[in-house]
């Protein structure tokens, strides 16, 4: 038996897993989701700006990300449309133009926001630390146009907003090193406030910048997005899917818990012999 | 219409990918290529459009069209600059290319440098120390002591393992012990957070192939 399970086709873990996925989406099980500290550092932030405020979005990630960081970006939307904060959108990844394009499009219509009042988005330019530094002197030199080629100076929400000096804040939406840069560059030189969304793999790197306040609040994964979306009290897309990812967790704490059992009780039996 | 084609082929490609769960095949390839050529040429077009003709052509352009001719002109400085990586291809005028690189290089570190000092050392073991000033002051909780106490702690002896220049025997190999145990604590939450990264996109292909292809949610 013992030696069965330590010899176990993968294929089956494969199995398991899909059926601890399908069966609860089926089944729209759902559980209360508690909020962690860094998410709501960066929802107090957001409740306490005054509305007329600006924040910016980077959505730098790209289609094998949005699992995770799309939802978080609708949430973080959501809120500020609902404050009546200003957003303006961008990315530094080629494949983040459509995604970060779409978010701020499904936002903007489930509250009603006007595209060149409430919000803008700017789309992609390549050069990412170049884009960014060049954006702290004057956004309309990176900029000249909007992601569909309006000139900023054309639109009304773009007046009085030179460089960072009228940002209050950057959410940076990420899956690789761009949340990093954006601290080391911007948080560093210009002393703007930053705050990201990054997907699970990378958010142990993220926490030391949570601690030394270089990030002023932090979404982890899809478990940051239901955060997010239990705040502002709009249940969506992470909270289904959170509650799902509760059941292949205990599948996979069983597993681990399963083959470390086995494989003691088959490293004790073979010094025995 | 378009929607209907588009589910089909999203479904079609998902189910490509996840073949390869269960071994290697053609469809897993097809769909492996097909991504990687989409990506390339997606990024290749866009950076085209929104940074080759912005950036580069339009001055140029303008530049070389203006009369009479302006401050634009210094626009053409960078352009032929960047042209010199081409240089590479022409073997009598390769050396050129080590110039466009020199400059990149002196300009990144020179950003990089600074930055970087200040972001990650300089503002991390302030962080590390700041608490105990608290301390000092009488302004954290018990909880908190105890957490700057750990941190400093787990700092120091993570440190101490990387420290070569010493043998890790004594006093300098149980500080090092514990610090192997802080990095295998770090390790397992990133194991943890990639295992939930990886099930949430799972998780969203699912919900995909069950809402918008099969509606059976």
Redesign the interface.
Known sequence: MLKQIMQIDR?II?IL??LA??IP??L?VSFPITISEPTRKLYDYIEDLPSGSTVLIAFDY?P?S???LQPMGTAFLRHCFQKKIRVIGMTLV??G?TLGYETMQEAAKTTGAIDGVDYVYL?????T?QVM?GMGTTINNIF?SDYKEKPLAEIPMMEGIKNYDQIDLILDLASSSTT?AW???I???YNQKIAAGV???I??QMY?YL????LIGLM????GAAEYETLIETPA?AT??MS??SF??LL?FGLVILGNVAFFIQKRENENV | MEKLIGVWIAAFLTLCIYSFLYRDNPFYRFAEHLFVGISVGYGIVLSIHQGLIPLAWTPFWQAITQWPPGWGLTKLIPIAIGLLFFARLIPNYAWLIRYPIAILMGIGSGLAIPNVMQADIFRQVHGTLVPFSQIHAGTLSGSEIFGAILMLIGVISTLTYFFFSVEHRGVVGGVSKVGIIFLMIGFGSAFGNTVMGRVSLLIQRVEFLLQDWLHLI
């Open positions: 294929r494969f897993v899909a996925v399908i989406t089926l729209k790209g094998s949005m699992a995770e080629t494949e133009a789309g992609f330019r390549p050069g630390i530094l000249e990093e601290i080391t560059y948080n560093t030189r997907t699970g793999v958010i142990s030391p601690q030394t306040e270089q982890s994964g899809l478990l897309k289904k899917r799902v990812q292949v967790h996979v």
